[in-house]
Structure formats: C-alpha cells, structure tokens
C-alpha cells in the first residue's frame, strides 16, 4: 500500500495524458495521411502487399540495401493510427461519459476508418494484421472470460486452417498462385510452419560459424541505423541462415529463442526465455488488475500495452528480431510520450 505522501509525488500507474491523446491522435492523421499521399492514394492499400512494397521503393524511401527509410514510413504511418484507435476503444468500452460525448464518438468513427485503410489484412502481413486484431479485441473486451475462450478456440482453428490460405494477399494477379491443397492439413507442411526446423537449421549454422555474443541482438536494437553509417550491420537471422543453406526464398523465420542462441548458445536462450516469462507474468498480474474497477480507468496505458504486446508477440514468435523492432521501438517510444504517472481524478471518471 502506498502511503500519503507517494501518492502525492506522482507515483501512480500510468495513464494516457489528455493533452498528449490529442497530439497522438493528430500524429496518427498527418503520418497515415503523408504514408497514404507517399504511396499515390488509399487505392493501392487494397490491392496486395506485393504492389505496397513496390510502392514504397519507387517512392524513394529505400535505399540500396536498406530498408530503415521505409521501416519509419510504414511505422509511423500505422502505429499512431493503431494506438490512438486502442486508446479511444478503451475510453468507449469504460465509460458511460465518452460514449454520451460526440466528439469522442465522431474521432472513434474517423480513427476506425484510417486503421481500415493503413492497416487492413489485405496490404499487411498477416502477422500484423492478428496484432490489430487481438489487440482491438482485448481492448474492447479486456475482462470477458467468453471473449477470451473464444478467441483462443478461433485461434487454433485459424492457425491450422484460415491462416496459410490468407496468403492470398501478398501477391497481385500476374503472381499469384492459387492455392492447390488435396486435404486442410497439407500447408501444415509449408514455410508458414517452419520455426522448429528453422531452430535446427540455425544449430547448425551456429556450429559453423561460432556464437556472436551479442553482436546479432545489437543489429536488431539498432535498427534505425542505415547501413551506410554502419556497413557491417548483421542482416536477419533468417535470411543469414537461407544464405547459408542456399535458398532463393529467404524470407525465413528465426523465432525469438534462435536469436538468444546465435548471440549466447543455450544459456543465453534459457536465460533470455526465462526473463521474457518474468517479465510477461509480472504485466499480466498488472494488467489484469489494471482493467478492474479498481485500476486507473480508462486512461490506463497498461490495458492498452498489454494487448498490443500480446498480438505482437505473433510477429516475434515467428521473427525475425530485426523485421519485428521497427513497429515495437515506435509503439513503446508512442506510449511512453502519451503516459504520464501522476494520478489523476479525471482519468478515473466513469
């Protein structure tokens, strides 16, 4: 229990600030607006990912091999959308005075519309879009023992059967492959299922080459440094390991624990998996009281985090590190912006 005196020093749980909510919402409309202009118009967000990624390298963002340009180009242009969207959901979902209010309800509806455009399943990865998915899902609905049964039945389902054919969407019509299947079970077999033949893979590629201690993990927390300022920054650990087997598809996985692996060998990755599961079972205690009536409201940054981090972890489930720290890096940068520890009635209000 806290006492007085800390909770009168700006102690409490974070809570999104009014003012900054509004500059977040502003920043989603101008960095979706300038990402959707950069790319020629909503049109092309509904045409395939094939066609987006053309896009953007014809825009100018990408730089020969790099792709920091437009890792912030896409970054910016859906994150803010997503978390401003969260962040009114929440308000919607928990309070009776904002679903009365009209302005929350018409920002709601345009910020509901941007994230149909910036971050629709048909011009984004299917990863992505699942972290759109849940996240909305549990903002909405953050207390729901139903919801959550059902979304996790669904899940297996789709994991085993929807998702390999939601593929479709990666290509345009001159390179797409219709999807030819004599039984369900027989994508089980594909790429999109490759993480544990993937870990042995990077096993023995590790073996040939010797751990990096560090030196991996270190190109992935420095994403944002072009190649040309660092031309010895390590690529993917997936593509690495295709470029060793010698693929032509190197667009492989390389989940979270190979990462730990290459860096560190199996202390690290025991190491690294463990203080991801004490970490992960510290904020699920926390956003489980944070989405309670005894929690901070509907301002709470942590329900809306929480689940965030919950989709996203299918993208590093699946890895790799360097692909995924883009979207992770500007949502955290976003939350801690909007945040603030000081306790405040207002946020309180139902």
Do not use: C
């Not at 919607?92 to 149909?116: D, H, I």
């Not at 972290?131 to 669904?154: G, N």
């Not at 993208?315 to 790799?320: A, D, F, S, T, Y």
Request: charged share 15%; no cysteine; proline share 5%.
């Amino acid at each position: 229990r806290r006492t007085p005196a800390a909770r009168g020093s700006g102690g409490g749980p974070a809570v999104a600030h009014p003012v900054r909510l509004r500059l977040l919402v502003v920043l989603a409309f101008a960095a979706s607006a300038f990402y959707v202009l950069k790319l020629g118009g909503p049109a092309v967000f509904f045409t395939s990912r094939q066609e987006i990624n053309e896009t953007v390298a014809a825009s100018g963002v990408v730089t020969e091999g790099s792709n920091v340009g437009s890792a912030f180009v896409k970054g910016f242009g859906q994150v803010p959308a997503l978390l401003a969207l969260l962040f009114y959901t929440r308000r919607l979902a928990t309070s009776y005075r904002a679903r009365r209010t009209p302005s929350t309800v018409l920002v709601w509806v345009a910020l509901a519309g941007l994230n149909l455009v910036v971050n629709n399943p048909i011009s984004n990865a299917r990863y992505w879009f699942l972290t759109v998915l849940m996240a909305f899902v549990f903002t909405a609905m953050p207390s729901s023992a139903a919801v959550y049964r059902t979304v996790l039945a669904t899940g297996v389902v789709g994991a085993l059967v929807v998702f390999p054919y939601a593929d479709k969407f990666r290509y345009d019509d001159e390179g797409q492959r219709p999807a030819q299947s004599a039984s369900v079970f027989e994508p089980l077999v594909t790429k999109d299922y490759d993480q544990m033949v993937m870990f042995a893979n990077t096993i023995s590629w590790v073996d040939t080459r010797g751990h990096t201690y560090g030196r991996q993990l270190a190109g992935s927390g420095l994403f944002f440094v072009p190649r040309a300022v660092w031309s010895g920054k390590p690529e993917d650990t997936g593509v690495r390991v295709g470029q060793w087997m010698g693929l032509r598809m190197t667009n492989l996985s390389a989940p979270v624990w190979t990462e730990f692996w290459v860096d560190f060998g199996a202390t690290g990755m025991i190491g690294g998996m463990a203080l991801i599961g004490y970490a992960s079972a510290r904020t699920d205690r926390r956003y489980a009281l944070a989405v309670t009536r005894a929690g901070p409201g509907p301002g709470s940054v942590l329900a809306i985090a929480a689940p965030l981090i919950a989709g996203y972890t299918f993208i590093l489930l699946r890895g790799p590190l360097l692909q995924a720290a883009g979207k992770l890096a500007i949502a955290a940068l976003l939350l801690l912006a909007v945040a603030t520890f000081r306790e405040q009635r207002a946020a309180r209000r139902r």
